[in-house]
């Protein structure tokens, strides 16, 4: 069992799963930090809010996975459309929860936010990994 751990930890796939989430703290915050600025300084509907820096955050995270994790800079221009249409089915799955828990229901956007972008992540990682960053 102690082998098979040192073995994951020792893999490729977990290094970049770290260097992803890394990159995605970062954009977390360029995310996070241009919703509430947008939430709070203008009159936009938070899902407006949430599809302008989810983009922002996304074009920033394409190039720094690009460029400092999966090493893969073929294709570029297609593997962006890939990794943005990606992104954005993650941000409607963001903005629904927005839109139902937030609009609907009346909750904290900022909690919401943080739960669905939580859950979103994971499942972006996992198809970018196979559709987006496969080598070769």
Not at 12 to 29: K, M, N, P, Q, S
Not at 95 to 123: D, G, P, R, W, Y
């Amino acid at each position: 069992m102690v082998e098979k751990i040192i073995k994951l930890i020792k893999s490729d796939d977990f290094r970049e799963f770290v260097i992803y989430g890394f990159i995605g703290v970062f954009g977390l915050f360029i995310d996070f930090g241009l919703f509430w600025l947008l939430t709070k300084f203008t009159a936009l509907p938070v899902e407006v809010a949430n599809f302008i820096s989810s983009s922002c955050a996304l074009v920033n995270n394409f190039y720094m996975n690009t460029y400092l994790n999966f090493h893969v800079r073929d294709h570029l221009f297609t593997r962006f459309i890939k990794y943005y249409i990606i992104g954005q089915i993650t941000t409607l799955i963001t903005t629904t929860c927005l839109f139902i828990f937030v609009t609907l229901m009346h909750q904290n956007e900022m909690v919401v936010k943080v739960i669905s972008t939580f859950l979103a992540t994971m499942l972006q990682f996992v198809v970018n990994k196979v559709f987006t960053f496969k080598k070769g």
